[in-house]
């Protein structure tokens, strides 16, 4: 009844082919977007912000990078850890030693160009093996990563423990220091990458990108050149997984070890883009908010009903319930929850009179 | 559409609960928070000291009923010993009770590193007892931090002082090889710089060599070790990692009283595992060992006696056990200094604070608490966040662990300063104004 098209005449090109063509789906993200950007901060606590929300939107960055490379050119990727490692370390390295840089912003961007410039390099194997093989090719490169941050001294400053911290963050001037400024300055990142990646996965780059994903040799023949094509999808994914890596050293943890990029990284974020949906930027977020929230929500649950438990079985019953949703999640819509998300739409459309 | 319902119902539900997650709270009670692991790789380690830490708290409410009245409201958090999951435990808690969270035990280095950069900014001193990092003991420039009664270096040190004794003096150790293995994260990293010292003082020759988490593929590892046939083996290891390392000692014939473990791998579940294969493996003490002190008998008699212990009564004289005795312990006596200061009431973190930095336990006071034989006198001051750095070694025979050496103190001449070098390139590198320990009483 609401949510219908109906009436809404394009008559440009431009209108046609804008990001959202239906005018209560513009509304709506853009009443999202402000409710994060206003509403939230009026009410929202500490704990809400560092433990949730900016975990959330910093993994959903992460994602959208995987999701680039995973869904939309379908090149199999486990090494998302390391190249967010990449991105931090850069960060951390331009920070310390380039005093003029001390802009988070520009600190940010290096990072994301260094993990691009390393994720063309673990991407040209990429060209001659595909599917599992490439996946093993890519875990490759997370253990070299991780090898490398745990091994050369110098890229984490020569400290004995081999963890490095950060302090005093600002961009512009602007001191970007309590949970509330952290949160808004990843929002607005992430918002901006958000439409980037978007404009780039609609576009003719995207197209060639799925092209690929859907039949290589055919995306060959009609004219996309695959190198050129696979390693563009590296170099944007890992741009964006390294800016993410950034972020999470910055702006989340603060002090860290090459242990909070391990493998297990990368396996959380491929969770995150397989269950929210391959090729959907939406199903990035989804993803991200289902893997980390759901564990923290089902460590709490008992508690708030005022279930008293003992903290060996609560963290027993979190593993196995949440095993149990993701095999539940995965059986009922194998694309993931961006799908459900399409049904839903589809069902609106027509409420209420179905056929 | 039924699922999209139940979706979002849960969805909402759980909104609901983040945001309401504190209820109504009694106004006399001090809050202290747990991040500990009953789970995960680290969990035969993590369950006797976690329930040491629950059964002293529980027993300072029954025995006294609270420090001077006022009662410990303890609640405990699963970390698995990750470090992502350890902060969301720490933020979880920090706010509870009536003035937030006293002091926080991170129980891994990891999480200490991430917490030392939260503490100054929510006025949580942390105590990190016996790890975290070396060259926070230097109070001047870690004001929140507190790795009392010994830090890594000091560990190391001990070790080391130890072997020499052995050898006939730090000179007969030239030409000798040492080889550290170590759980690859900041924890097993850090006595690496203490021992490349050592090394370079004495001209032995040290080898480190990692373990990737959590530990149990050793035996690349270990077959090098077996070519390059070292003198003596430090191990840093914590959890499944140690009981592997002794095993793979057993089985490549390294023997295993050259094999001197940290405080952290001294402990029966490291041990018992291997059997037979465990003899003569030694391991530094943080001053206590195994064994049932004047505290037991309280803890048997107000808690065991009644069911109210959260172990079993034959486990709680066992290593780890008593060092979470010990840990809680110390946290009370901190904050019973600090409540001489600012009253008989509930208190803030940086309160506290102020009574772990002002902690004062003589002989006299530990024999009345009932850790007589367990502790040395400590004193922890504005220049010396560790408040003593004595440690022992001992030895398991099969069954039990022995103490087989006197008492060692790290050498303040070494340790010091590389201490105040560390301390001093955190602080520029964080911009951090430093203190002036001399202007404070």
Redesign the interface.
Known sequence: MLYREAGQFKTTYGADQQIFPILQDRIFVLAVIAAALLVVPL?A????Y???LI?FLILSLAAIGLNILVGYCGQVSLGTGGFMAVGAYAAYNLW?RVPEANNLIVVFLFGGLMSAAVGILFGIPSLRIKGFYLAVATLASQFFLDWLF?RVKWLT?YT????V????TSAFGWKIDTPMERYLFILAFVVVATVVAKNLVRGHIGRSWMAIRDMDIAAEIIGFRPLRTKLTAFAVSSFFIGIAGAMWAFL??????P??F?INRSFQILFMVIIGGLGSLLGSFLGAAFIV?TP??L???PG?FGVKM???L???LE?MVFGAMIVFFLI?EPHGLAR?WAI?KE?LRLWPFPH | MRLMKAALLGAAVAAAGLTVASGAQAQNEQFIPGLIYRTGAYAPNGIPFANGVADYYALVNERDGGINGVKILYEECDTGYATDRGVECYERLKGKGPTGAAYVNPLSTGITFALTEKAPVDKIPVISMGYGRSESRDGSVFQWNFPLLGTYWSAADIIMQHIALKEGGFEKLKGKKVVLVYHDSPYGKEPIALLEQRAKMHGFEFTPMPVTHPGVEQKATWLQIRQNRPDYVLLWGWGIMNSTSIKEAAAVGFPRDKMFGVWWSGAEPDVRPAEGGAKGYHAAMLQHGAGQFGVHADLKKFLYDKGKGVAKYDETGEVLYNRGLVNAMLGVESIRTAQKKFGNKPLTGEQVRWGIENLDLSAARLKELGFEGMLQPLKVSCQDHEGTRAGRVQQWDGAKWVVVSDWYQSDDKVLKPMVDAAAKKYAEEKKLPVRDCSKES
């Open positions: 009410f606590s500490q704990y809400l560092t433990e949730i975990p310390l745990a400053n004995p423990s081999g963890s911290a950060v302090g005093d989340r943890l603060g002090a860290w070890e242990l909070a391990d929230l923290i929500v460590n709490q649950l708030w003992s903290t060996a609560l963290s027993h593993f009922v459900l839903a069902k």
